[in-house]
């Protein structure tokens, strides 16, 4: 009986135990939701997203003011305290064309929580279980772990191996009050230089401002020099260059008081500038991906002043246009991210594609097409042959690019009824395919490799209208498209994707004033070509990309070419190299064009009646469709 009592006693401590236990848990856990703003807790991180990957399209229409709607999401910690820019963050999406106060009218969604200055260490979570969600964020640590899932981030702190290339956005920084009043200007000698990265070997001048950190509580906006504290604006104003920092959280800062006070930023190249896809970087800053010795400032001393005083002024007008405030920010990123599903219908044309479509304003438009070749003769032949059934063929110019082996003799050349010219080349150079040959009379070009013989007369004269209705973009066949590798590098990629950024000249229209900006590429870019035996066409699509603005357009089907008079392919190592090479190459042209000026899109071109079920007697393009 004692032993039964003494069971029945110990069990009841048991379970007295255990519910006290669980109550305690329960009181933190609920303390602890009350007190802090809870997470979205979602697992399924998506490191590599872009647009036609990550985001439901479908959610997208457009609301009563012919714009895309963005809801703003409410949050359940209601008592949360919000910081004046975020505060104005919201005012603005409410009051601009984009606000919908319905859920499932919204496009995009922005929960009512602000993380925009996060410095402190730790997890975020800020996922929430809705699609399509946009987190804004200035500032936040180095150490802060992101769990973001697909939603897109807008950041001023982005380093490019971080970065979502097409779908998140770096943004300018912005805070309250951050421009100081007249009556707190400092007005500081006039100085050649600014420099804010301090570890880096600046040599000592008169005209050097060298900053520093302050030792004491550091102040993102307060710098040292020569033993007192200025306000970063003074020390960016009356000096020609600022040299930012090295880490993302100071160059955000620091750029913005470069532009607004006329200071051309030195930028380094792993961070992500603001709102690349619209601002020409190259116009107003310098990037820099390899050491900055003495050689480099002089260089800098170099320039003319209308140069310098051109790149100031356009940085001034940059800041007043896209970061002067928070609602102008804010406009210009919804209307980015609502470019990238919904292209302007009526863009403003750039002075090349209002040149190139003004040469176009006569009838009969007709093309020469320009065949590089070395001696596939048999390929060669077949190719010509093809092209001289099409109508709108004005004449064949073949490059000889062989100097060992002349030309096959004139009556082994096929027969043919439009104008065929062969032009023996001086030296064996990929570059010979876009020389401005006086040969080319007609603006439309078609660039040929000589083995490309299986398009069909449909295909080519598809093409060829698309080009006219787009005249200053690059027209073609297959694509490719550039992708950011784990490193942050660029990378060239000719997998089966949803987009792409880069239309081969193996088979492509472009217009012939191309050929002259080609040719005055420097010199530097133009022999590494001809060294690798590579990738002229994608220094044509960046040439192209970079004047237009605009990306290449692809049409039909076809991706790849096979030729059945070309031999077997290449083993899987030389074909490894050959893509290695091609990345190489799209790296190093971003450094000559100081910016990525290739633009990557979702879409091709195909006749209106293709793969539909009606007659092919009513189809003008029948013979369309392979890959």
């Not at 190592?573 to 893509?579: A, F, I, K, S, T």
């Amino acid at each position: 009986l004692a032993r039964s009592k003494g069971t029945s006693l110990l069990f009841y401590f048991f379970i007295g135990f255990s519910v006290v236990s669980w109550l305690i848990i329960l009181f933190f856990r609920l303390s602890s939701f009350f007190s802090t703003p809870p997470t979205y807790i979602n697992s399924n991180v998506q490191a590599n997203c872009t647009f036609a990957e990550c985001l439901n399209i479908y959610k997208c229409s457009l609301n009563d003011k012919g714009a895309l709607g963005v809801y703003i999401h409410p949050h359940p910690y209601l008592n949360a305290k919000h910081s004046i820019e975020f505060n104005e963050i919201i005012s603005s999406i409410r009051s601009s064309k984009y606000y919908v106060e319905d859920l499932s009218e919204a496009c995009f969604v922005v929960p009512n929580y602000d993380i925009l200055n996060f410095k402190s260490d730790g997890f975020i979570d800020t996922s929430l279980r809705e699609e399509n969600v946009i987190i804004f964020n200035f500032i936040h640590s180095a150490s802060t772990v992101w769990n973001i899932s697909k939603a897109i981030l807008l950041s001023s702190t982005f380093e490019k191996p971080r970065f979502r290339f097409t779908y998140d956005l770096s943004i300018p920084f912005y805070f309250d009050k951050m421009y100081i009043s007249s009556d707190m200007f400092v007005r500081l000698p006039i100085a050649f230089l600014t420099v804010f990265y301090a570890s880096l070997n600046v040599p000592f001048r008169d005209d050097v401002r060298r900053t520093s950190k302050c030792s004491e509580d550091y102040d993102s906006l307060i710098r040292c020099f020569n033993d007192a504290k200025f306000h970063i604006q003074n020390l960016t104003s009356r000096s020609t260059f600022c040299l930012l920092s090295n880490d993302p959280r100071l160059i955000a800062v620091e750029l913005v008081y470069s532009l607004k006070t006329s200071c051309i930023p030195i930028v380094p190249y792993h961070y992500e500038l603001p709102f690349s896809s619209i601002i020409d970087w190259s116009e107003i800053a310098f990037v820099y991906r390899t050491e900055i010795n003495l050689k480099y400032f002089n260089e800098l001393r170099k320039i003319p002043l209308s140069e310098l005083k051109s790149m100031q002024d356009k940085g001034y007008s940059t800041w007043r246009q896209y970061m002067i405030n928070i609602s102008t920010i804010v406009s210009t990123a919804l209307d980015i991210l609502s470019s990238r599903i919904i292209p302007n219908p009526h863009p403003k044309p750039s002075s090349i594609a209002s040149l190139i479509s003004h040469s176009l304003d006569y009838p009969d438009v007709r093309f020469t097409a320009v065949i590089l070749t070395y001696d596939r003769t048999e390929a060669l032949f077949a190719t010509i042959r093809m092209l001289d059934n099409i109508p709108s063929l004005h004449k064949t110019l073949v490059l000889w690019n062989n100097q060992i082996k002349p030309p096959p003799l004139v009556e082994r050349w096929p027969i043919v009824t439009k104008p065929l010219k062969v032009i023996q080349m001086r030296s064996n150079r990929l570059t010979n395919r876009f020389l401005p040959h006086t040969e080319i009379e007609t603006d439309a070009v078609l660039s040929l490799d000589d083995d490309i013989n299986m398009l069909t007369h449909d295909e080519i004269t598809f093409a060829f209208q698309a080009w006219k209705e787009h005249p200053s973009r690059l027209v073609g066949f297959s694509s490719r498209i550039h992708l950011r590798d784990a490193f942050g590098s660029w990378k060239y990629d000719s997998e089966w994707r949803n987009s792409l950024s880069i239309v081969l000249t193996s088979a492509a229209f472009y217009h012939r004033i191309y050929n002259t900006y080609f040719s005055n590429l420097p010199q530097s870019v133009l022999d590494w070509i001809d060294q690798e035996m590579n990738c002229e066409d994608i220094a044509m699509n960046f040439l192209i990309s970079n004047l237009t603005k605009s990306s290449p357009l692809k049409v039909t089907p076809r991706k790849r070419f096979t030729c059945p008079v070309c031999g077997p392919a290449s083993p899987a190592y030389v074909e490894q190299l050959y893509l290695q090479t091609r990345s190489s190459c799209i790296n190093i042209l971003e450094y000559h064009f100081q910016n990525m000026p290739l633009h990557s899109v979702d879409f091709r071109v195909d006749p209106v009646l293709h793969q539909s079920d009606l007659p092919n007697e009513i189809k003008d393009f029948k013979n369309v469709g392979k890959l």
